[in-house]
């Protein structure tokens, strides 16, 4: 794991852009703290920070291969062992031990071909000298992240945000993007290509991407349809379906151990992180398991977590959640650079760091709940179904009924929460419900957040319509798969994935998901709606491969998530004094009628962001921190 960074212009001497691309890499030294190295060309730069994982010893970057190109590589090609031995059958010799040299030797036998070939989590860039471009790609789920920003002849790139916004004269080059702010507001993060920060993109998830010297332009494509799957002829669901799957996540957990510094697994206590961890345990003994615990009994899985671990005979490390853990939210969102407020960064931040003593590589359960339907949210779709036919009076009164005497219990997505949720989906599409199952302002609500200045600059955007172009690109497939797809799609690559890394990152700790793998992600795709769902036994197929692995408890065990308490940073009032121009006067809520969990953590999110986002366009400098 590493990042990377990278700048073409012809307007800057060779001294000029190497000074600036290692000023844009050193914002980012947390993602690679062991080494660092800089090449640079006519026009053209590229960085690298190292975080050594595979062959300590050698596969520095940037690195140079056959033919004068140069790549810098953020990532792991887990099949890099198998990828080496089809290569040398070419005739390729390697010089090093390193997945990189692997990579850069892919390209140069298959070309764009190679990512077909690549089982693992990348973002990489690699200068071609002979075709005077820069070849991009990005992983087909986007565990790891690509930003650039391409205008008035100069194109960058890096591993984060900051990287970008760390180039001298950027904070002239772009402002706040309110496309953005209402995502954020809706959602609680941003939606991709977009980032926080306009003219600032990110690539897209499974995408590929030749930026030429001469035209000065970027163009991208994808290379990977995770569509094609979901409208696939649905493979018949037998037996040999379990083991199958199990053989999947198998050899995708066995790949993902592969490294030359010490592996631990993230263990919560459900299915999703026990399964790895059982598996992991059969290809070796070295492996520790490590959570975080909470004192709030309804946030707590450490006992479960600390049972599993027994059960499965691996060492156990828990840490209980602290607040003051962190230095302040400024810390958390300079680890973003980006709006962001899932509640759950806090507990995950303070996981990696408890982890890092340990290991610096850690397995994980993400992409469990997207692949075999394991959120609250599916079952929702089902129940609403029959829910939308209640007729208008009856509804009326249920919601007036749950308002008056049920108040807001405060509990860990309590139950109160989820049933206002629900009952105020009435009258939506199907559709539209799923997507608002998550939603934190309405847009009435946004209506009464944002100045009419910033809702004319809108116009008719909605930050549904990322979710509805999902749907469509699937249309023909299940409503059941056209949810999963768009939550891969949406809420996969702009949340849970980019809080795996920042968090993990922020401690120079690598997180690898195997049930990311694609090919488990494609397996679960061409199987149909029974081996995910069955009435309300969710993850059915998973359960039953893992049900000789792990105790009964941990398969029938309620899924809890692991948002952490956020009370301290709540704003219950919101009056910003920095960009006032694109909200309204004030505006409140009410901790008493509603549960604001998640409404107060955003506003405390935003406001303390935005001061941020004025102080560095006043001094061009975004702030640095440095994690204990």
Not at 226 to 255: F, N, W
Not at 423 to 440: K, L, N
Not at 547 to 569: C, I, N, R, S
């Amino acid at each position: 794991m590493c990042g990377i960074a990278g700048i073409i212009s012809n307007a800057f001497s060779k001294e000029r852009l190497c000074r600036d691309v290692c000023t844009m890499a050193e914002t980012i030294r947390h993602r690679g703290p062991d080494a660092d190295g800089c090449w640079a060309g006519d026009g053209v730069a590229l960085a690298h920070r190292r975080l050594s994982i595979i062959d300590l010893e050698t596969g520095q970057q940037p690195m140079q291969g056959a033919h004068g190109r140069v790549i810098v590589f953020n990532g792991e090609i887990y099949n890099w062992i198998e990828l080496s031995a089809e290569l040398k059958s070419l005739g390729y010799v390697f010089r090093t031990k390193s997945d990189t040299e692997v990579l850069l030797a892919a390209y140069d036998a298959w070309k764009e071909e190679c990512l077909d070939k690549l089982i693992g989590m990348f973002a990489f860039a690699i200068w071609d000298p002979q075709r005077q471009g820069l070849f991009t790609a990005r992983d087909r789920l986007g565990k790891k992240p690509f930003y650039y920003f391409n205008q008035n002849g100069m194109f960058l790139f890096a591993s984060e945000l900051k990287a970008i916004l760390a180039w001298p004269g950027m904070h002239k080059l772009t402002n706040v993007d309110p496309r953005a702010l209402s995502d954020f507001l809706s959602l609680g993060y941003v939606l991709t290509p977009k980032t926080s920060f306009k003219n600032v993109l990110r690539l897209p998830a499974g995408h590929c991407g030749w930026y030429f010297a001469e035209s000065r332009v970027f163009t991208t494509k994808p290379y990977w349809s995770l569509a094609q799957h979901y409208l696939a002829p649905k493979r018949q669901l037998t037996r040999s379906s379990i083991g199958e799957l199990e053989a999947l996540v198998a050899d995708a957990t066995r790949i993902r151990l592969r490294s030359d510094v010490p592996v631990c697994v993230y263990l919560s206590g459900g299915i999703d992180s026990s399964t790895i961890l059982s598996l992991a345990a059969k290809s070796t003994k070295e492996i520790t398991a490590v959570n975080v615990g909470f004192r709030e009994g309804s946030f707590d899985e450490s006992d479960a977590a600390a049972k599993t671990a027994a059960h499965i005979g691996t060492p156990f490390k828990s840490s209980v959640f602290d607040p003051a853990a962190h230095q302040s939210l400024e810390q958390l969102i300079w680890q973003f650079d980006d709006l962001f407020s899932d509640t759950s960064a806090l507990s995950t931040f303070q996981l990696n760091r408890s982890a890092k003593p340990i290991a610096s590589v850690a397995l994980t359960g993400d992409g469990a709940d997207e692949i075999f339907a394991g959120y609250s949210t599916y079952l929702a779709d089902i129940l609403f179904r029959y829910y939308s036919r209640t007729p208008k009076s009856l509804h009326a009164l249920l919601r007036s009924l749950v308002r008056r005497v049920i108040p807001p219990s405060y509990r860990k997505v309590g139950w109160d929460y989820k049933l206002r949720q629900f009952i105020d989906g009435y009258g939506m599409s199907p559709e539209r419900a799923h997507y608002w199952w998550r939603v934190i302002f309405s847009e009435s609500e946004k209506a009464r957040l944002l100045s009419s200045e910033t809702q004319r600059q809108l116009g008719d955007y909605d930050p549904y319509d990322a979710f509805a172009q999902a749907y469509s690109e699937v249309s023909e497939a299940s409503f059941l798969d056209q949810t999963l797809y768009a939550d891969i799609k949406t809420w996969l690559q702009d949340d849970i994935l980019v809080k795996a890394d920042r968090m993990s990152m922020a401690h120079s700790v690598e997180v690898r998901c195997p049930f990311l793998d694609h090919r488990v992600v494609e397996f679960m795709a061409r199987l149909p709606d029974s081996a995910k769902i069955r009435l309300k036994n969710q993850k059915w197929l998973l359960k039953q491969a893992a049900m000789h692995l792990l105790p009964k408890e941990v398969l029938q065990a309620p899924k809890k998530g692991f948002a952490a308490p956020t009370d301290h940073y709540w704003l219950s009032e919101f009056a910003p004094s920095a960009f006032s121009e694109f909200f309204a006067d004030s505006f409140k809520l009410d901790p008493a009628k509603e549960d604001i969990t998640f409404k107060g953590f955003s506003l405390g999110v935003l406001n303390v962001w935005l001061n941020m986002v004025e102080q560095y366009q006043c001094s061009g400098n975004w702030g640095t921190f440095k994690n204990d």
